[in-house]
């Protein structure tokens, strides 16, 4: 049941990457959202537990669910390092947020960083949506962000070329440089598959080069609006950052709030 793509490298370097630590904005975001909203929270794709623990940390009641066995072990590993009543309000569990049972209702669900992006068929995704559905109490909330598509951005052949995204000095003395590159353009079925590539020199000069290869799913704003309401859900507000400013041309995000109809 493990996923092949995330147990890899990207496990080790996930949460020292630059691109995740800079990333703040959103766990606020889905930490007030859980106080907002009520617990028990349910998040699916919890990967490393980086939003997981700041919500049990606010004294809401988290289950994290994560494919990646390499994932969850790091979450695991961080749940221990919670203060014993937050520690408490944690569970982890391994599993396919397109295809679970876990016989407990939530008051809220979400699906952080983009993680329904690796939903690549439709099917999948009205699976995930709808095992969220009966996972919900009455009137229960789903919050789920993607980034907005710039349409002629994602088809540009200037970024077959690998390109920095950043470079950062890991405490054990790893120097990692971290390009990026799309490999191949899908734009058809609305994918495409691109490079993140590790170029690292380990501390004595051994250099290593690690490439996590993944096929992105991009998504249009009505499309996922057609997709909440025929899976049960209605849409109550959408916004184009964490800071809850509404979709424009050039908002980096699309983020979903919907509430359940049953
Ligand atoms: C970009 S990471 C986000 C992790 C975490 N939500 C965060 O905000 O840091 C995407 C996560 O989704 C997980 N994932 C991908 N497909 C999944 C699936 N079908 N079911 C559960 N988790 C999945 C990956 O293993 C990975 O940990």
């Not at 009520?38 to 490393?48: A, M, N, R, S």
């Not at 099917?123 to 109490?137: A, F, G, N, T, Y």
């Amino acid at each position: 049941m493990s996923s092949a793509l995330y147990d890899s490298f990207i496990a080790d370097y996930y949460d020292e990457s630059p691109v995740v630590q800079k990333r703040l904005q959103d766990v606020a975001f889905y930490r007030d959202a859980a106080r907002d909203y009520g617990d028990p929270v349910l998040e699916l794709g919890c990967g490393t537990g980086r939003v997981t623990m700041a919500v049990a940390e606010a004294g809401k009641r988290i289950t994290g669910l994560e494919l990646s066995e390499r994932m969850l072990e790091r979450a695991v590993k961080k749940r221990g390092g919670l203060r014993v009543e937050a520690r408490e309000r944690v569970h982890l569990v391994q599993g396919d947020m397109a295809k679970f049972d876990l016989g407990e209702r939530f008051r809220l669900a979400i699906i952080p960083f983009r993680a329904f992006q690796h939903l690549l068929e439709v099917r999948q995704q009205m699976d995930c949506l709808e095992c969220v559905r009966k996972h919900l109490m009455p009137k229960g909330r789903l919050i789920l962000d993607v980034f907005q598509t710039d349409a002629e951005r994602m088809h540009d052949p200037v970024h077959h070329r690998e390109m920095l995204v950043s470079e950062y000095k890991a405490p054990d003395g790893r120097q990692v440089r971290i390009t990026e590159r799309v490999a191949a353009f899908h734009r058809a079925e609305q994918r495409n598959d691109v490079e993140m590539i590790f170029s690292v020199v380990h501390p004595g000069g051994r250099k290593e080069r690690l490439v996590f290869a993944w096929t992105l799913r991009y998504f249009f704003r009505y499309e996922v609006e057609h997709l909440l309401v025929r899976c049960g859900f209605k849409v109550t507000a959408l916004y184009g950052d964490f800071d809850r400013t509404p979709v424009r041309d050039d908002s980096p995000e699309m983020i979903f709030v919907a509430e359940s109809l049953e």
